[in-house]
């Protein structure tokens, strides 16, 4: 008799009282009972840690970690640190499951199981029929260059049954110091090892989306995007350097973040803040961003020339006024 659980499901805490009951019960209701769940109460200031103990007590399939804030990767790799299941799947604390997913979930051949979720009930999902399956390196590699940054595939890390032998194997976890983008070096890190992978259309969670402000960023948060994607590119270089295709979408989405927030900060007319934010931007470039690939952000360097020379003239204007008064 195996005396561990085949699946082990981490859930970081923080500050979802009102949600968070409806979460783990939608886990603990579940047909299929071989796993544990790992409540990682992430320094919590309303009751969301309380509830978690509530849970422990009443039932031994439920382990909770109390720990200082430390954000959301902190808290999923102390549940990487602590599980002792076959397979792995994340949950948000704010998010559930459907009846069956852990059903599904038990169903993995292969090493990443993708399946489909569901926000404000439509089906989010890569095939609309049945399962699609990559069986070679060369063939994963290629879906994932097209799929990597579309928003409802791969960004996050819940929706997918992985093995945690290749996550331990590989030393693969969270980049803590990472505020965005976290996600999607996680995944494509896991995703880099796999030698077969499985795409469902059974749909196993269901996305909570009950404040815009959880996906929408400001642009100063768009500009701090940048730097993070900045070391996306040099993550995804190191994990596998011959996938050009990716780090070339990868400069795409930046560029187009950089304008977003370009755009939104001359509207506001806060160029203080656009010059201090690109330069620290053109200082770091020189160390997160590959040699071979810095031709490509020569725009920034452009950008921040014009940046500045409306700076000074939206200054001299201002002393211009100030002076005829």
Not at 24 to 49: A, P, R, V, Y
Not at 208 to 221: D, I, K, N
Request: contains cysteine; glycine residues 4%; aromatic residues 12%.
């Amino acid at each position: 008799m195996n005396i561990y659980p085949k699946i082990s499901i981490i859930v970081p805490v923080y500050n979802v009282e009102r949600l968070l009951r409806r979460c783990i019960d939608s886990i603990l209701n579940q047909s299929f009972t071989d796993f544990e769940l790992l409540l990682i109460d992430d320094g919590s200031k309303d009751k969301s840690g309380e509830i978690c103990d509530e849970y422990a007590i009443k039932n031994n399939r439920v382990r909770v970690f109390h720990k200082e804030n430390g954000g959301v990767s902190s808290a999923r790799n102390i549940g990487l640190d602590n599980a002792q299941g076959e397979y792995v799947f994340f949950v948000d604390s704010d998010d559930y499951l459907k009846h069956n997913a852990l059903q599904i979930a038990n169903t993995i051949e292969d090493d990443l199981l993708v399946a489909s979720y569901e926000v404000k009930g439509f089906v989010c999902c890569d095939i609309i029929n049945g399962c699609a399956r990559y069986t070679k390196e060369s063939e994963c590699v290629d879906y994932l260059s097209k799929k990597l940054l579309e928003p409802h595939t791969l960004h996050a890390p819940w929706a997918k049954v992985y093995k945690r032998s290749i996550i331990e194997c590989n030393n693969i976890r969270f980049v803590e110091s990472m505020k965005l983008g976290e996600d999607l070096c996680f995944v494509f890190k896991y995703f880099s090892y796999c030698n077969s992978v499985c795409f469902t259309d059974k749909v196993m969670c269901c996305y909570v989306m009950e404040s815009p402000r959880r996906y929408m960023l400001s642009a100063s948060e768009l500009i701090t995007h940048i730097g993070n994607s900045f070391e996306i590119i040099k993550r995804v270089h190191l994990f596998n350097p011959n996938l050009n295709s990716i780090e070339c979408k990868l400069e795409d989405m930046i560029k187009v973040l950089f304008c977003n927030a370009f755009e939104e900060f001359i509207k506001k007319q806060n160029l203080r803040q656009v010059v201090t934010q690109f330069t620290y931007i053109k200082e770091s470039n020189c160390d997160i961003i590959p040699h071979s690939h810095y031709k490509h952000f020569l725009f920034l360097k452009v950008t921040l020339i014009n940046v500045y020379l409306g700076a000074i003239i939206y200054y001299l204007t201002r002393l211009y006024k100030q002076l005829k008064k």
